[in-house]
């Protein structure tokens, strides 16, 4: 993942292959607990996804401020320091 863009498409890819969302649903500013139906448990999934796929340690707590898609792309750039 070398980009932003790179990022959004990994998580796009991510919840539809682990969580079943439609990816109509996805868009930047879906809200992931409301909009797409994604629980604390599949956070946590998301997390240990990210953190295989970038090699990265992601602290949960900063997991929790996360809202939408783009607070993802955002928490994941800025840990693997993404322009």
Known sequence: MKTRED??????QLLVEMFEVDPSAISDDAKLYEDLDIDSIDAVDLIVEFRSLTGKQI??????????????????SDIIGTP
Request: proline share 4%; net charge negative; no cysteine.
């Open 7 to 12: 990022i959004r498409e990994t998580l796009r």
């Open 59 to 76: 602290d949960p707590d900063v997991f929790k401020a996360v809202r939408t898609v783009e607070d993802v792309v955002n928490a994941v």
